[in-house]
């Protein structure tokens, strides 16, 4: 039975629920992105794994410990509902079935976990577009490039 079914309202306060796992290269490095869907406002402690030759390898963790392989390339960033790691100079021998784990403090509907197999040849190129959209309002923007247009115009007149 799924935990997150919103039956007993307690429990649907308490689901935190991993919507999508994406991978893409950004220049040399490879991004995860793993979305969620915040239903809590409890700290969010996060895994990110990789699973090659039946071997899980710990790439960076507030869970458990990162091994010191991937720990010096790897780095992660948090945006709402967006948990994102950077593995850089990400080479075939980084592919395999990444894993994003997370768990919010005192959750009792245990860790969600969502996984996709990355393999270098078939990654498409990060849009470079999708922070800035997250993180700019394109209404600023626009005021921002309004004298510039009014400038261009007269300068060709």
């Known amino acids: 039975s799924n935990p997150c079914l919103p039956l007993p309202v307690l429990q649907a306060a308490h689901c935190q ?9 950004l220049g040399q490095s490879l991004r995860v992105d793993c979305h969620y869907e915040n239903k809590t406002s409890n700290p969010l402690t996060y895994e990110f794994s990789i699973t090659k030759d039946n071997r899980k390898h ?15 390339r790897a780095n992660v960033t948090l945006h709402k509902n ?9 080479t075939t021998s980084d592919e395999g079935v990444y894993m994003c784990e997370l768990k919010a403090t005192n959750d ?20 470079g577009f999708s922070l800035l959209i997250q993180n700019t309002s394109w209404l600023l923007l626009l005021l921002l490039s309004l004298p510039l247009l009014q400038a261009v115009d007269f300068v060709s007149l």
Not at 82 to 90: E, G, I, P
């Open 108 to 127: 009792y509907t245990g860790n969600q976990i969502k996984n996709i197999t990355v393999i270098k040849d078939k990654l498409e190129k990060c849009a």
């Open 82 to 90: 967006l948990v994102c790691l950077y593995l850089q100079s990400f």
């Open 58 to 72: 710990v790439i960076h963790s507030t869970i458990s410990v990162s091994e010191n392989v991937y720990r010096s």
């Open 17 to 25: 629920m991993i919507k999508d796992l994406s991978a893409c290269l």
